[in-house]
């Protein structure tokens, strides 16, 4: 049995020794190569590029937000409001009115021609306030833009291409001192209150002297007393009166005067408390002088400042200035009272004083300036049932020393208006308003009279929102 065995064994144990060699060598063969490539690519990628772009990329996205960020340290919050009117005013008149809107002055014997009916909508207005949020201890600064379609007096426009700017400035309030300035356009410090009346002419050469212009502004309060100053535009049309050798006839150019105006105003309120809560007697003192000083313009062959010129001789136009005082008196908490009274010379650009007259536009002989006195009063009386009644009474009329060779000597109205307040943002008012313009014209030294008359009646229908 031993034999059997030990060659059984025998040959058992050397294919045991054989397998075992062939997988100590096959084995290890296999884990070599397969080991290697993993190891290689892993590396790679760490080492070589992506080091390269996460170092070279923050750079750039740090320094885009510096930039953006002063910007808006710079750019203050703003608040912008809206606000205006629609309004509709239709218009009858008793008379020719030379095809205006509104009336200012009406021409001779206005009364024979034919009555008119009339629609418009020109006093349409829309506005924007615009205001920033100010710095503690710092200044307030203030913005309005306002727009309406009356730049034309022509009824027919109906607005169409008379598009007007009637204020755009800014403003900066210096409220810890009581000092503002205002730069642009705005309302005249002299006439500063509004006559009650509907007629879109306000008064117009029938008393009122207030309108709008460019202007840099300083105003200061001192408690109840404000004092202003202001450089404004200069619009007085001014003239050389020329002559010439070749042509004997005189003639007429037109340019702009050389410096600009200027306005003042002394303003003071006291609080009414026996009208009630918020009512203020105010009182406003004020003026305006105009230099009329014409820039010779050589290229357009005008006349030089210095006389020199042997072809043609100057006429320096006189200069414009105004005295005016202005009153809001309440009376009782539902009457109040208000005008203005002036006296002036050479008023043309300021709301149509001196009936829309100047001696440099008449092309008067004299060098003097037509002087006008006039004003406006009203009274307006709360009613009942959301009704308010008004009554007024409007005058210009030319110094008689002074008075043009032929032309408008006085200028005149009577009206009154009711008013229905259908709620706080609409309101439908009638108005009655009695004109009369009169003339005078010398003619071989004979001094004689004519005039203008005519009623007029309007109804106006306003819905204002904000």
Not at 193 to 203: D, E, F, K, Y
Not at 434 to 454: F, H, I
Request: hydrophobic content about 40%; proline content about 6%.
């Amino acid at each position: 049995m031993r034999p059997f065995n030990s060659l059984v064994a025998l040959p058992i144990s050397v294919l045991l020794f054989a397998n075992t060699m062939a997988l100590a060598q096959v084995a290890p063969a296999p884990v070599a190569p397969v080991a290697a490539p993993e190891v290689a690519p892993v590396a790679e990628p760490v080492v070589a590029p992506p080091a390269q772009v996460v170092v070279t990329e923050p750079a750039p996205v740090a320094t885009k937000p510096e930039p953006e960020t002063k910007l808006a340290a710079k750019a203050a919050p703003m608040k912008i409001s809206l606000y205006g009117f629609f309004q509709l005013n239709t218009i009858i008149e008793g008379g020719a009115n030379e095809n205006r809107a509104w009336s200012i002055w009406l021409p001779k014997k206005s009364e024979d021609g034919e009555s008119r009916i009339a629609l418009n909508v020109n006093q349409t207005r829309i506005g924007i306030n615009v205001s920033g949020e100010p710095k503690e201890g710092g200044p307030e600064v203030l913005g309005k833009f306002e727009v309406d379609w009356s730049n034309d007096n022509n009824r027919n426009n109906n607005g169409v291409g008379s598009l007007r700017i009637r204020q755009a400035f800014g403003q900066v309030k210096f409220n810890d001192i009581g000092l503002s300035l205002l730069l642009g356009q705005t309302s005249d410090l002299i006439g500063s209150l509004t006559a009650p009346s509907v007629n879109q002419g306000t008064l117009q050469g029938q008393g009122s002297l207030g309108t709008r212009r460019p202007m840099i502004r300083a105003t200061q309060a001192l408690g109840p007393v404000e004092i202003a100053a202001a450089v404004t535009d200069n619009r007085d049309v001014s003239a050389y009166t020329i002559s010439s050798k070749a042509d004997t006839a005189k003639k007429s150019t037109y340019t702009s005067p050389q410096y600009p105006a200027f306005q003042y105003s002394l303003k003071g309120k006291v609080p009414a408390s026996w009208a009630g809560a918020k009512q203020n007697v105010e009182l406003t003192l004020g003026g305006h002088y105009a230099s009329r000083e014409v820039a010779a313009n050589d290229s357009a062959g005008v006349a030089r400042k210095d006389g020199k010129d042997t072809n043609f001789t100057y006429n320096k136009p006189p200069t414009s200035w105004s005295y005016v005082a202005s009153l809001s008196l309440p009376v009782i908490s539902i009457v109040n009272l208000s005008g203005e009274f002036f006296y002036g010379q050479d008023l043309w650009s300021y709301s149509a004083g001196t009936i829309q007259q100047s001696n440099a536009v008449s092309k008067r002989a004299s060098k003097a300036g037509v002087q006008s006195t006039g004003g406006w009063g009203a009274a307006n009386i709360k009613l009942p049932a959301n009704f308010a009644l008004v009554g007024g009474y409007g005058v210009e009329a030319i110094c008689k020393s002074r008075e043009l060779a032929d032309g408008r000597v006085k200028n005149q109205v009577i009206f009154s208006n009711l008013r229905y307040f259908v709620d706080d943002a609409a309101y439908i008012a009638f108005e009655y308003a009695n004109l009369l313009t009169r003339y005078a014209t010398t003619k071989a030294d004979v001094r004689t009279t004519d005039s203008g008359k005519m009623n007029r009646y309007e109804l106006v229908f306003n819905y204002a929102f904000k």
